[in-house]
């Protein structure tokens, strides 16, 4: 165990933050530019800015995530 469990909840936003943040901008990125040259400039640059906007967002919206998916999630048989 790298981090004490108390911390899950933020190492989990680090986590789905980081690997969101970078498919989105990449591909985004792709999708505005193309793959010319100084794409990886121009990811670096958007990425700068998306990835601590995602982890704050993933931070305070997780719980009310995870507490609306336990909600629609029925239990087999029931």
Wanted: proline fraction near 6%; charge should be positive; hydrophobic fraction near 60%.
């Amino acid at each position: 165990m790298i981090f004490p469990a108390r911390l899950f909840h933020v190492v989990f936003s680090l986590l789905m933050s980081l690997v969101m943040a970078t498919l989105m901008t990449a591909i985004v990125t792709f999708i505005n530019t193309g793959a010319e040259p100084g794409y990886a400039g121009r990811f670096a640059h958007a990425w700068i800015i998306a990835w601590p906007i995602a982890f704050t967002i993933v931070l305070f919206t997780a719980p009310l995530v995870r507490r609306t998916a336990g909600v629609l999630i029925r239990e087999p048989g029931h």
